[in-house]
């Protein structure tokens, strides 16, 4: 028995960009019409505090189940995700992954406030939510100055994809992957194949290692982690925005260390009624309707979570 292969990083594939060089645009561009995926380094996000969040992770992974489950996933998929949970192509093995997912922070009750579902914060770690609202609101602005800078890339206005980002509906995840021993096989993955659902998505990993991304010819490339840097890939909805011109392309992790690993994912998206309709060139088809940025992520988190029924919010 052994592991899903995927051959070293290939820097064409998964080039590393300077967010304050001056040809930052083109760069993101380049890399979004390959894979969709880049590097982003002088991100701005301060390192003390993407430290205090994985230690946080730590602490809140290495928690008894009971206790984690106590902010158990919510109808709004907000909250604790146990390994498992996520829907599987028949004869799949289920994810090892657990993550704990949340959002802007806003709502006090039990209840969405104007598209925003409630956190479920866990009770057992009060230190959590301060560290994580201030994580989502730096990927987040991180995410829309990203956003600008496509938008002057495919020479669109700066704000067409970031008019209504007051209330987003972006979402961050915690993420913990246990090791899997090579006995497990070349069809368990802490993550299966998948694309992301958003616009953005923001990742940073720890030193561990595991993300593997498909690579233009079909292969998997390893996307090893460089500290101090976040992973950012573009999601099925950004690729629907730009009517296919970025790419949304299918990633998996294989935690093949020995080790636990760790990793922290933001996906940024705008406010719950924005419309997205694709953004074409002179003369160019929309290949999309219209569609708004809450319908079609609630469509998505349907279709992959098992513990979402029909009729749910
Ligand atoms: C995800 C994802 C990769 C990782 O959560 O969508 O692809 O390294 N995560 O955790
Ligand atoms: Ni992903």
């Known amino acids: 028995m052994s592991y899903a ?7 064409s594939a998964i080039p590393v960009i300077d967010m304050q060089a001056p040809d930052l645009s083109a760069a993101m561009l380049g890399a979004a019409e390959r894979t969709g995926f880049f590097y982003i ?3 701005g996000v301060p390192q003390a505090l993407i430290d205090e969040v994985f230690a946080l992770s730590r602490r809140f992974f290495a928690a008894p189940l009971e206790a984690k489950r106590q902010a158990a996933v919510n109808p709004w998929h907000r909250g604790f995700i146990r390994a498992g949970e996520a829907k599987m192509a028949d004869g799949a093995r289920p994810d090892l992954k657990e993550s704990f997912v949340w959002g802007l922070d806003t709502t006090a009750g039990s209840q969405p406030e104007r598209g925003i579902p409630p956190n479920q914060w866990p009770a057992f770690l009060p230190e959590l939510r301060p560290a994580l ?5 730096a990927c987040n ?6 956003l600008r800078a496509f938008a002057g890339s495919i020479g669109a206005p700066a704000d067409v ?5 007051d209330r987003p ?4 995840s915690i993420i913990y992957y246990p090791p899997q021993p090579p006995t497990m096989g070349a069809e368990q993955f802490g993550v299966s194949p998948h694309t992301d659902y958003g616009c953005l998505t923001l990742l940073y990993q720890d030193g561990v290692g595991g993300l593997q991304v498909q690579g ?4 998997w490339v390893t996307a090893h982690p460089i500290p101090g840097t976040f992973v950012v890939n573009v999601g099925d909805l950004l690729a629907r925005w730009t009517n296919d011109r970025f790419k949304s392309t299918p990633h998996r992790v294989v935690n093949a260390s020995g080790r636990e690993r760790y990793s922290a ?3 940024v998206d705008p406010n719950e009624d924005t419309e997205i309709e694709p953004v074409v060139a002179p003369g160019e088809a929309a290949k999309y309707g219209r569609v708004t940025a809450s319908a079609y992520i609630k469509g998505r988190l349907d279709a992959a979570f098992a513990y979402r029924q029909p009729g749910r919010p």
């Open 5 to 11: 292969e995927a051959r070293a990083i290939d820097a």
């Open 41 to 43: 380094r002088n991100a």
């Open 133 to 137: 609202t201030a994580y989502f609101d």
């Open 141 to 146: 602005a991180v995410g829309w100055s990203l």
């Open 161 to 165: 994809f970031v008019r209504t980002i």
């Open 169 to 172: 509906i972006s979402r961050g």
């Open 216 to 219: 233009p010819d079909g292969g």
């Open 265 to 267: 994912a933001v996906f």
